[in-house]
């Protein structure tokens, strides 16, 4: 098993910038790739962005990319999300994830992923 305990979300106004993080124990060494998700209101759950634990490549969702960095320090086992330039369509409860499958994966399905935190509430006031 995987324990994951997301931190760092709040209420920003647009424009500003927020770091989240993920601290992951347990059976850390099991990890291939962990990812970043959101909810907002009324809407399904979506990819925001994925890294790869070992090697560190990163894949972002179009609606993120240029403003949001994915980040892990593996010593400390956490994985970090960096906001930046947020908008109002930010908002939602942010989830971090991860998984234990490799090989032929698409980890911008949440159905790849084996552990999930409890979520962090994200608000981006106008």
């Known amino acids: 098993q995987v324990q994951l305990v997301e931190s760092g979300g709040g209420l920003v106004q647009a424009g500003g910038s927020l770091r989240l993080s993920c601290a992951a124990s347990g059976r850390t060494y099991s990890v291939y790739a962990m990812g970043w998700f959101r909810q907002g209101p009324g809407k399904e759950r979506e990819f925001v962005a994925t890294?790869?634990?070992?090697?560190?490549?990163?894949y972002y969702a179009d609606s993120v990319k240029g403003r949001f960095t994915i980040s892990r320090d593996n010593a400390k086992n956490t994985l970090y999300l960096q906001m930046n330039s947020l908008k109002p369509e930010d908002t939602a409860v942010y989830y971090c994830a991860a998984s234990s499958r490799s090989g032929n994966v698409v980890y911008s399905y949440d159905y790849s992923y084996d552990y999930w935190g409890q979520g962090t509430q994200v608000t981006v006031s106008s």
């Open positions: 890294i790869f634990w070992n090697g560190g490549r990163t």
